[in-house]
């Protein structure tokens, strides 16, 4: 069973029927075809849903305990779940989250394995960065609720105003006509716009961008770093049995008397 499940034919049939579901349950939004193969969707739908429930089903059978192990057992054996739920109704809200299934993609990919993997292994570092730009953003929202508060009060009235209206700022949306409604009355207004937009989104953001590619080359090395590691490791295994080859020369040229007592 454990040879049958990691064999690459079932690999990639799964990870064909996940995609085929993920397009069925799309296809399930359109009016148009839920009057013409709403059946037929619905029916790819449920066989889609039997194959997962049987794959985690043998998945325990052949792991038994060692399932749990894995988190990633666990990810699949909980979007599986969820599906199985009746979405009828208090739960017909989880019938949305079939689509849910797609992202057993993640799982059953060894590439998106190791990109999860290498973000999860930047959360600490995330954090900090995060935490810093929500300082920067926080510190700016006050000053600007207290500058343009009675300029422009449907963009920096109240603090909350102020956080929404900076945070759309840095993602780049529109802030040249927040500047302009507000350098209207203070044309010096443009210092703090840039001030703010250089270290919010060319500083903090690029820092945020840094830590993960960082984390992803940990985790994933480069083809030359695996070259010269593979490298490496042959030069070692060289140099050890020239080592060994020399201690056998020189026990060899030793007088008897020097020899250890297992030579003599």
């Known amino acids: ?89 208090p739960t017909s809200v989880l019938r949305a989250l079939r689509i849910l299934r797609a992202l057993r993609l993640v799982s059953a990919v060894p590439s998106m394995r190791r990109v999860v993997g290498a973000l999860l292994a930047a959360v600490p570092g995330m954090a900090s960065i995060i935490g810093l730009l929500v300082l920067m953003i926080y510190i700016a929202a006050v000053i600007a609720t207290k500058l343009f508060g009675d300029i422009v009060p449907e963009r920096f009235d109240e603090l909350p105003r102020s956080l929404f209206t900076l945070f759309q700022i840095m993602t780049g949306d529109d802030w040249g006509n927040v500047a302009q409604e507000v350098m209207e009355d203070k044309p010096w207004a443009w210092i703090f716009f840039i001030v703010y937009i250089l270290m919010s989104t060319f500083v903090a953001l ?59």
């Open 206 to 264: 690029n820092l945020f961008i840094a830590v993960v590619v960082n984390a992803m080359n940990d985790v994933e090395p480069s083809r030359a770093e695996a070259a010269a590691g593979t490298e490496l490791e042959s030069v070692r295994q060289e140099l050890a049995a020239v080592n060994a080859k020399l201690d056998q020369l020189l026990m060899r040229e030793r007088p008897p008397e020097l020899r250890p007592q297992a030579d003599r």
């Open 1 to 89: 069973m454990r040879a049958v499940l990691e064999s690459s034919l079932v690999q990639r049939t799964i990870i064909a029927i996940i995609v085929v579901n993920a397009v069925t349950i799309g296809c399930e939004t359109s009016a148009y075809l839920m009057e013409r193969v709403g059946g037929l969707l619905y029916a790819i739908d449920r066989i889609a849903l039997a194959i997962f429930t049987a794959e985690i089903a043998a998945r325990l059978y052949a792991y038994r305990g060692r399932f749990f192990a894995d988190p990633w057992n666990w990810f699949d054996a909980v979007i599986v779940a969820v599906a199985l739920v009746p979405a009828s109704g």
